[in-house]
C-alpha cells in the first residue's frame, strides 16, 4: 500500500505515512462527533511524531470508549471497564513512563461512575491526555441523560433536564489540574492544536470535547446539538502549537497580541488574543470565564488553565531512568546475601 | 461489647485435673498438693486498646520464646483506635499446641471494663493477677489471687507514663512468678525497643520493680512454671503478612497499587517499609507504590501495571475482593497478570473486623460474574507466606490470569514463631512472553489469544513494544484480540481459559500430607488450621483411639494429590473456619459421586482462631453421624 501511493504519500517529521496511524473502520452512527476526533487524534499523532508503538490508547466503556478502535492500529491499548481507566492508566504509566498515554472517555465514563478516579488520576497529575467525548447522553444504552447535560436542555426524547450539571473543566481547575481544555468536535483545527499540546505536556492534560450525538441529542432544543454549540461558542483565544522540531524564529509572528507557553518537550503553544486576553495560569480568571460563558448559555472553548510546573506522578514516585518494565530480575530480586540480612535483622 | 475470652462458646470445658473444692481456713488452703506444670497452660491479659498493652505483651511472648519454650501470641483487638478492650492470649504448649487453649489458667486483669465479665468466666482455681490500683473489686474466693499496685509501682517511676508502665510491672510479676530469666526478660525489653535508650532503662526498671514486688509482697500459691528448652538456632517472630511483603519483594514486585484494610494493611506497609532497602538503585526506586482511593482503583493500577508487563500486586480483605470484583473479570478474560492478596476477616459485610475468618475462599475461586475460575494460593505458615509470597507471581505471569494469595487475620496479624525463609529456588518466570522480532517469528500463527501450544496459554506482547500491537478489551474477542459475538469463537475461547487454570492445578503447590498406616480417616484443611491440626489429631486419638491423616491442601485448582487422598482414604472430613464449607462445596461440585460419599464437612466461625478441642470434637462428632 506504501509502495503503490509513494508518490503522493506525505511523510512526518519521523518518515511514517499516516496511514502509520489511523485504525480499524468506525461503527459508530454516521456523522457522530466522536469519528471528527478519532481523525484529529491521528493528524495530531502523526504531526506529532510520536512513534505510533510508543502511544499507549485506553478508554472505559461506551460509545467514545469503544473509538480506540478506530485509530492508533499500531498501538497497544486497553479498552477497560466503565468509569475505571484512570487507575489503568495510572498503574501502566508508572511501570512504563516512557509511552505517551492517550486516554478516551465519556461523559458517562468520567462524570457519573468514573469521576471518583478521574478525580484522584487529576490529583496525582497522571502523566496521560484524557480527552472526554461529551455529548450529554448515554448513547449505547438509548438516550438517558447524563451528568453533564445543561440546565434547559432537551434532548430528542424526554423532558427538558432540570438537573444541574457537572461542569468537568471547572472541577479539574478546582483541583489543580495541569493543563484544562475545552473544545468542539466541530473546531478541528482548535482541537487539533489543544491535543498536540497536550500530548507535549508532562502531567495530566483534560480536553473536554463538546462531541453532539447526532441521535439522541442533535435536534434543535439541546445545547449540545451541532448547531448550538456552532451558534454559540465563545472562543477565549485561537490556538497555535510549534512543533519542537520547527524552530520557533521561523513561524510567522502574528499581527496582534498573543502569548507563547513552553511545553515540556520543548513544543510552543501559541495563544493569539481574539477579544479579551486571558491568562491560562490564572485559575480564578478561567473559573470566571466558565461560570460567565454559562450564564450566557455559551460553551467557552480554549485552553483555560495550565501549570507546567507541577510534578507529575512518575516524577513524584523518584522512580529510575529505566522504565519499570525494562528491569530484569538482576534489579527486581534482591540477591539471597540481603534475605540473609533481613532474616538477621529479624533475630535482632 | 463484652468478649467472653475466657469461656469460648461451643466448648465443653473439661475439668482442671489440678483443683480442688475450696476448704475452710481461707485461700491459701484450697490447694493441698503440689504439682509443677511447666510450659502448658495459657494466660490472658485483659487490657484497653491504646495503652500500650502490646508492647508489655510482645516483650512476654518474647522472653518464652528466647527462652525456648513453644509459645503462641493471639491479639484480640477491637475495631478501635483507644479505649475498647483488648485480650492477649499467651499459650505455653511443650507440644507445640498454638492454638488459644480451651481455658485460661492465668489471668491478668487491668481494664476495669471487662473486669466483671473476665473475672465471672474463670474456672475455680485460675490464677489472677490483679491492679489493685484499678478500683474494682476482686470478689471470687475459689481462685488464686495476686493482689499488685501496678499503677502505684508504675507512678513512682514515672507519674506521666504511669498508664503504660503499669502493663510491663504485670509482665516482671509474672516473670517473678512463674521462673522467667531476668536476663532474657530485658534483652526482650531492649529488642521491642530497638535501640531507644530511655524506653529500654525505663521499662526494664518497671519489669524488676514488679518482680521484686511478687518476691517480696506476694507467697506463690500455684503450680505454674516456666522452664527454659533448647532453643532451635535462627528462630524469629514474624507476622504473616511482613511475610508475605518480604516474599513479595523477592518475587520482584514493581507496583503495589493499595488502599488500607484490616487486616491486610500491614501486607501493604510492610511492602512499603522494606522497599527502600532492598530495591533502590543507583539511589532510585526501581517500584511504583500508589495508595489508591479505593479497592477498584487498586485493582485497576495493578492490572494496568500487568498490562504494560510489570508485576503488580494488591493486598486487601473481603470487602475489598467484593469491590474488586469487576476488575478481576477484566483481567481474567483479557489475560492479565495481576496479583491479588486476601487477608480474611469476618463477613460477611463489615462483619468482625478484626476476627478471622476463611469465608472468602469460594469467593476468591470464582470471582467476578459470568464463568470464571481462578488460581489460589493458600499458605498454613509464615514460611509459605513468604515462599507463596514470590510464587504467585510466576503462577500469574505464567499462566497470564490473576492470581490470589489467601490468608486470614490469624496467620496474618499475630506473631509465629519462623525458622527462617529460602531463598527463591527457580528464577522468575515471566511466562510467554514475546519480546523481540526474532522471537514474534518462531511463533507459527501468532495471535494474542490463539492456543499455539495445546496448553491454553497464549503469547503476549507487550505496550511499548511495537510488536503485533492489540487493542485488550473486556468484550467478547476472537484469536487475534479482535472483537467478536460469534458463538464458536465465544465458545472456544472459554474453553480455552476453563482449560488454562485447570491446567495449573499440579504446577501449584502440593497438599501437604501425613499419612497415617490405616488410611481409615482423613482430615483435609487448609491455611491457618495448619496451626490448630496438631492439636486436633491429639484429640481425636484421644477421644477414640483412632489416629487420623491430614491433607493441608494449599491452593486452588486442586491438586491431584488431594483427590488421590480422598480416594485412599475411607472417611475424610474437610475442616475449615466457616459456616458453609466453602472448601468442601467446591470439592462436591468437582469431585466424582464416589468421593463424594466419602466427605464429611465440619465447618464452623465466631470470629476466634480455630481451637482443638472444639474441631476434635465437632470431627468426633461427624464420625459418630456417619457411624464409622
Known amino acids: ?348 | 461489647m463484652t468478649f467472653d475470652s475466657n469461656n469460648f462458646k461451643g466448648l465443653s470445658l473439661s475439668q482442671d485435673p489440678q483443683w480442688q473444692p475450696p476448704q475452710e481456713g481461707g485461700r491459701r488452703s484450697w490447694r493441698n498438693k503440689m504439682s509443677k506444670i511447666v510450659n502448658d497452660f495459657t494466660i490472658n491479659i485483659a487490657t484497653a486498646n491504646g495503652t500500650g498493652s502490646q508492647s508489655a505483651n510482645l516483650i512476654l511472648l518474647q522472653t518464652l520464646f528466647d527462652m525456648g519454650i513453644p509459645v503462641s501470641g493471639k491479639n484480640l483487638f477491637p475495631s478501635n483506635i483507644s479505649g475498647l478492650p483488648t485480650w492477649y492470649i499467651v499459650r505455653l504448649s511443650d507440644k507445640g499446641y498454638q492454638a488459644p487453649g480451651d481455658r485460661t489458667h492465668i489471668q491478668i486483669l487491668v481494664n476495669p471494663a471487662t473486669w466483671e465479665d473476665d473475672l465471672a468466666s474463670l474456672e475455680p482455681g485460675t490464677v489472677v493477677i490483679w491492679n489493685t490500683d484499678s478500683k474494682m473489686e476482686m470478689n471470687r474466693e475459689d481462685v488464686v489471687s495476686y493482689p499488685v499496685p501496678m499503677t502505684k509501682i508504675a507512678r513512682g517511676l514515672n507519674p506521666k507514663l504511669a498508664r503504660m508502665i503499669a502493663n510491663v510491672v504485670y509482665v516482671g510479676v509474672l516473670a517473678e512468678l512463674l521462673g522467667m530469666d531476668q536476663e532474657v526478660l530485658e534483652e526482650s525489653i531492649a529488642k521491642q525497643f530497638g535501640g531507644k535508650a530511655k524506653a529500654i532503662e525505663l521499662n526494664a526498671e518497671a519489669a524488676r520493680l514488679g518482680r521484686s514486688y511478687c518476691a517480696e509482697e506476694l507467697t506463690k500459691q500455684d503450680d505454674y512454671f516456666v522452664e527454659a528448652r533448647d532453643i532451635e538456632e535462627g528462630g524469629f517472630f514474624i507476622e504473616g503478612n511482613e511475610a508475605i511483603a518480604l516474599g513479595s519483594i523477592f518475587g520482584g514486585i514493581q507496583m503495589l497499587g493499595w488502599y488500607p484494610i484490616t487486616p491486610s494493611s500491614s501486607v501493604c506497609e510492610g511492602i512499603i517499609s522494606w522497599l527502600p532497602k532492598l530495591r533502590t538503585h543507583e539511589g532510585k526506586a526501581t517500584y511504583a507504590i500508589i495508595q489508591a482511593e479505593d479497592e477498584l482503583a487498586a485493582a485497576g493500577m495493578i492490572i494496568g501495571a500487568g498490562w504494560a508487563g510489570a508485576r503488580g500486586l494488591t493486598a486487601t480483605s473481603g470487602p475489598g475482593i467484593s469491590l474488586m470484583q469487576e476488575f478481576i473479570g477484566l483481567a481474567y478474560f483479557a489475560e492479565v497478570p495481576c496479583v491479588f492478596w486476601d487477608i480474611n476477616r469476618v463477613g460477611p459485610s463489615t462483619g468482625l473486623p478484626t476476627r478471622t475468618q476463611q469465608g472468602d475462599l469460594a469467593m476468591l475461586y470464582e470471582s467476578s460474574h459470568g464463568d470464571t475460575k481462578h488460581i489460589v494460593f493458600m499458605p498454613g505458615t509464615v514460611e509459605e507466606c513468604f515462599e507463596f509470597g514470590w510464587k504467585v507471581f510466576d503462577a500469574s505471569e505464567k499462566f497470564q490470569t490473576p492470581v490470589f494469595g489467601f490468608s486470614d487475620l490469624d496467620l496474618g496479624m499475630n506473631k509465629w514463631a519462623c525458622r527462617g525463609f529460602e531463598y527463591p529456588d527457580e528464577p522468575m518466570d515471566r511466562g510467554k512472553l514475546v519480546l523481540t522480532q526474532e522471537q514474534m517469528d518462531s511463533i507459527e500463527n501468532y495471535g494474542r489469544y490463539r492456543d499455539v501450544d495445546g496448553d491454553g496459554i497464549p503469547y503476549r506482547t507487550l505496550p511499548g513494544s511495537g510488536l503485533d500491537p492489540i487493542l485488550y478489551r473486556g468484550t467478547g474477542h476472537d484469536e487475534d484480540g479482535t472483537y467478536s459475538e460469534k458463538p464458536e469463537v465465544y465458545y472456544k475461547l472459554m474453553q480455552r481459559l476453563g482449560r488454562k487454570i485447570d491446567g495449573a492445578r499440579d504446577y501449584l503447590p502440593a497438599p501437604i500430607i501425613k499419612e497415617d498406616e490405616k488410611q481409615e480417616i482423613g482430615v483435609i484443611f487448609y491455611g491457618s488450621m495448619e496451626n490448630s491440626i496438631k492439636e486436633i489429631e491429639d484429640i481425636v486419638e484421644e477421644m477414640t483411639g483412632k489416629f487420623i491423616s491430614t491433607c493441608r491442601v494449599r491452593a486452588l485448582p486442586l491438586h491431584s494429590e488431594v483427590e488421590a487422598f480422598i480416594e485412599k482414604h475411607e472417611t475424610v472430613i474437610v475442616a475449615e473456619i466457616n459456616r458453609d464449607a466453602q472448601l468442601y462445596g467446591i470439592m462436591r461440585k468437582e469431585y466424582p459421586v464416589h468421593l463424594l460419599n466419602k466427605l464429611l464437612s465440619v465447618a464452623y466461625s465466631d470470629g476466634m482462631p480455630p481451637r482443638g478441642r472444639l474441631y476434635a470434637e465437632r470431627i468426633v462428632q461427624a464420625l459418630e453421624e456417619a457411624k464409622i
Open chain 1, 1 to 348: 500500500m506504501r509502495e503503490r501511493r509513494a508518490k503522493v504519500v506525505k511523510l512526518n517529521v519521523i518518515n511514517e505515512p499516516k496511514d502509520s496511524y489511523t485504525g480499524g473502520k468506525s461503527s459508530l452512527c454516521p456523522g457522530c462527533g466522536h469519528d471528527q476526533i478519532s481523525n484529529v487524534i491521528v493528524s495530531a499523532a502523526w504531526d506529532n511524531g510520536i512513534l505510533p508503538h510508543k502511544i499507549a490508547k485506553m478508554s472505559g466503556i461506551g460509545c467514545s470508549s469503544k473509538t480506540p478502535a478506530y485509530y492508533l492500529g499500531q498501538s497497544h491499548g486497553f479498552n477497560t471497564v466503565h468509569g475505571r481507566m484512570p487507575s489503568v492508566t495510572t498503574g501502566a504509566n508508572v511501570v512504563n513512563k516512557d509511552l505517551t498515554y492517550l486516554g478516551v472517555s465519556g461523559d458517562g465514563d468520567s462524570a457519573s461512575i468514573g469521576i471518583g478516579q478521574l478525580i484522584h488520576a487529576i490529583r496525582r497529575n497522571v502523566d496521560m491526555v484524557y480527552i472526554v467525548e461529551n455529548n450529554g447522553v448515554y448513547g449505547l444504552t438509548k438516550g438517558q441523560y447524563s451528568a453533564t447535560a445543561d440546565v434547559g436542555s432537551k434532548k430528542k426524547k424526554g423532558p427538558i433536564n432540570e438537573t444541574q450539571p457537572i461542569d468537568l473543566c471547572a472541577m479539574a481547575i478546582n483541583l489543580g489540574c495541569s493543563f484544562v481544555a475545552r473544545s468542539f468536535s466541530g473546531s478541528k483545527k482548535q482541537l487539533t492544536a489543544l491535543l498536540k499540546a497536550a500530548m507535549s505536556h508532562k502531567g495530566f492534560a483534560l480536553i473536554d470535547v463538546i462531541s453532539p450525538c447526532v441521535t439522541f441529542n442533535n435536534n434543535d432544543e439541546s445545547l449540545r446539538s451541532y448547531g448550538y454549540v456552532k451558534d454559540n461558542q465563545a472562543e477565549l483565544h485561537s490556538v497555535g502549537f510549534i512543533p519542537h522540531f520547527s524552530p520557533l524564529e521561523q513561524v510567522e509572528v502574528p499581527a496582534g497580541s498573543y502569548r507563547d507557553v513552553a511545553l515540556h518537550d520543548g513544543s510552543t503553544m501559541r495563544l493569539e488574543t481574539i477579544s479579551e486576553d486571558h491568562d491560562i495560569s490564572d485559575a480564578v480568571q478561567a473559573l470566571s470565564a466558565l461560570h460567565k460563558a454559562d450564564a450566557d448559555k455559551k460553551h467557552v472553548t480554549g485552553i483555560l488553565y495550565f501549570d507546567g510546573e507541577k510534578p507529575s506522578l512518575d516524577v513524584d514516585l523518584d522512580l529510575h531512568d529505566t522504565p519499570l518494565v525494562e528491569m530484569g530480575e538482576d534489579l527486581l530480586r534482591p540477591s539471597a546475601e540481603k534475605l540473609e540480612e533481613v532474616i538477621a535483622s529479624m533475630r535482632g
